[in-house]
């Protein structure tokens, strides 16, 4: 059975909206044969991600950055799980990746920041955008979590076909 790892950080109650959100469309009854793995960023190890056949990556943006759970995430597991570095120690990219994710990402202000940061990371991984970034600025409403909801049920899809 395929496993949909999310990982995220939801320290308020507006990025735990969108965490709940998101699950809800994972987990969606008319998508079968996924497991979810729910793990917080502190949380989730590289095991985790090397039995992971999909991922979910949830942050806020924090001074034009992921937060820093997120980039803890991503630094304890990115050799283990295959990331690739180049000679000077900086990520490299990785063509072919096969691995669907997600993300979305809430701010204040701006999110842009915390989107490159996190596609930097991921590209060096190999892991494939499989569906359009969720950027949420500011409050969160109906039509931010009908967004959520399709994402997570659109990375669950991809791994049930």
């Keep these: 059975m395929p496993h949909l790892l999310v990982v995220h950080h939801s320290p308020t109650p507006i990025v735990q909206a969108l965490t709940d959100a998101v699950l809800a469309g994972a987990r969606d009854e008319s998508i079968t044969g996924v497991e979810v793995v729910l793990r917080s960023a502190l949380e989730a190890s590289a095991d985790d991600v090397l039995a992971a056949d ?28 295959g990331g690739a570095l180049t000679d000077d120690g900086s990520a490299s990219a990785i063509t072919g990746g096969r691995k669907p994710y997600g993300l979305w990402v809430h701010g204040r202000y701006d999110t842009s920041g915390a989107v ?39 990375i669950a899809a991809l791994l049930s076909q």
Excluded: C
Aim: net charge negative; aromatic share 12%; hydrophobic share 45%.
């Design 54 to 81: 999909g991922y979910l990556l949830g942050t806020t943006a924090n001074f034009g950055y992921m937060s820093g759970a997120l980039k803890h995430f991503f630094d304890t597991i990115f050799l283990v799980a």
């Design 116 to 154: 490159r940061s996190v596609r930097s990371i991921v590209q060096a991984l190999g892991w494939q955008q499989s569906a359009p970034v969720l950027e949420v600025l500011g409050d969160v409403g109906e039509s931010e979590h009908a967004s959520a909801y399709e994402l997570g049920a659109t």
